[in-house]
């Protein structure tokens, strides 16, 4: 059973990634480190989280993943399929009772996240939301367990210790003369990765897509450095929140750029660069590399949440 992560055939191998200049502005330059191009299904931190993780579950001889997320969770798509491409059966514990049961057909067909990861062989199962809540708790996952039969657990979001020496590789030595980090921040384990492997001169940004400081305190449980800082000023109004002026910014973005950003993570990561380049709050000659954690996929549930909002929706 070899995993996606080992296979040295091109059509399951890693695509090399590289840093895009994207522009100077003010005297500061930005790259953009392209993790949205490591691999069409399993992009960006999704691919640094799931690699040892899948090696773990081989190694402890499971044969399923069973994992955790919402309806249009990127992190669902790429866990089914991550788990296909390395020979594992894989289970998606989705929030929301009433999107299943005699809903399943018409859920599958208006939501382009979850038709796809059935069609990667995951297996749903859609559970109401107080119940979700103990996706943490040790007597639910045996619960599971006792139902479901045996499984390797991956927490929602993919972010563990596993996850985060995945997320350790996306720096290189390349990057080291680069002042200033940014990548965009969820559940800390991407940030806590960059972090422990960057140099000691430089400065790691992270862009907080939640509202409130909470990660700081979560990201110091692991990582030692003193190098970093969450920002906490470009959440939209939290998470998977979106304005017009986060859509044309994205849309004027790809349209000089040549570059899609996803609308829950990176879009709101570069907004927050940029004005903070307005503002001056960058030193002249300073080298920004921000990383491009993928997501794209959740562009479509996003668009269809825009026309019924009479707001325009994402360019892709």
Known sequence: MDCIFEKKRSVLHPTPIFNQFITQKN????????EDLLHPLVSGNKFRKLKYNLQEAKKQG??????????????????S????LSDFKSIGIIRGEELGGENLEKTLLQNETLRNAKDMGMQLLFIDRETYRNKDNPMFIEDLKSKLGDFYLV???????LAIKGCEEILSEADKDVEVVCCSVGTGGTLSGIINSSHEQQHILGFSAL????????VAQHVEKKNWQIIIDYHFGG?????????????DFKANYKVLLDPIYTGKMMYGIFDRIEKGQ???????LAVHTGGLQGISGINKRLVKKNLPKIST
């Open 155 to 161: 927490p929602e979001g993919g972010t563990n210790d």
């Open 81 to 84: 399929a991550a788990a296909k």
């Open 211 to 218: 509202k409130g400081d909470f990660l700081k305190d979560e």
């Open 27 to 34: 005297g500061v330059e930005i790259f953009l480190k392209r």
């Open 282 to 288: 960058f030193s002249k000659n300073t080298r920004i």
């Open 239 to 251: 998470y998977a929140k979106v304005d017009r002026t986060l859509i044309d910014f994205m849309n």
């Open 62 to 79: 499971k044969d399923t993943i069973l994992t955790f997320g919402g309806a249009f969770s990127n992190h669902i798509l790429a866990t």
